[in-house]
């Protein structure tokens, strides 16, 4: 079996693909004050509650955007499992061609995004990732990474006014009754929640413009869903893109080997 990791800012998210069929799927909180070992009793943890052993694990692929939690896991899974992984990154085939000013600037899950979208849908495409930063990549017809744009994550946008104001309060996130607050907190989710919207739909608007209109649109992250439920802008939901990127990619440089 093949275990992927996609370790984020805010989560890391492990997938087991028995063969080429995602079994299992987790999401936990990054935590770079924890050591490898806690990493690997909770890795332990969450295989056993699903009925696999770590001793089923043949191959693991990784990726990162976080380097000091790329250290630990990498050092948890040759402890437990007794394998390095196969960490995306400088000299790793990918399939994609990064066509910006500076390739080595643009994180491993974006091009794994890029790689993934186009086995499934093929391009052009703009792929739009809803995680700690809210990021639009563009893809080209024939699968090129062509750039893309970053604004500040959903999350992190409504911590943002908590922290940098007075008087406003910390709010869960969730879809306002209307989208005019008849209260602080109704006013802040409906500026959060349809502020993103609008976002997306303008943001999408020109990528279109520059890919063409045969431009998919193809959406991944914790709150896809959420904000596929209020626009009609997005194509496809793929809340584990990145790791059927990291099965790909995985078998693309096994094959190779």
Known sequence: ????????????????????????????????????????????????????????????????????????????????????????????????????????????????????????????????????ATTFDAMSATGDYLGGAIAPGIRLAADALFRGTAKLPRIDFQRPPNAIGTNTVDAMRSGILYGYVGLVEGMVQRFRQALGPEMV???????????GCETEVLNYIEPWLTLKGLRLIYELNRGAA
């Open 1 to 132: 079996m093949l275990l992927c990791i996609d370790i984020g800012n805010t989560n890391i998210m492990f997938g087991l693909y028995r063969n080429n069929e995602l079994v299992a799927h987790w999401r936990v909180n990054s935590d770079q004050a924890r050591m490898p070992d806690e990493y690997g009793l909770v890795l332990m943890a969450l295989m056993s509650h699903q009925g696999y052993s770590i001793q089923d694990i043949g191959g693991v692929a990784l990726s990162s955007v976080v380097p000091p939690l790329t250290e630990t896991i990498s050092e948890m899974l040759l402890s437990y499992i007794g394998r390095e992984p196969l960490v995306v990154g400088s000299g790793v085939r990918t399939g994609v061609a990064i066509r910006i000013d500076n390739p080595r600037e643009v994180g491993a899950d974006r091009i794994i995004n890029v790689a993934a979208v186009y086995k499934l849908y093929g391009g052009p495409a703009c792929i739009v990732d809803f995680g700690t």
């Open 217 to 227: 649109v193809v959406a991944t992250g914790g709150l896809a869903e959420v904000i």
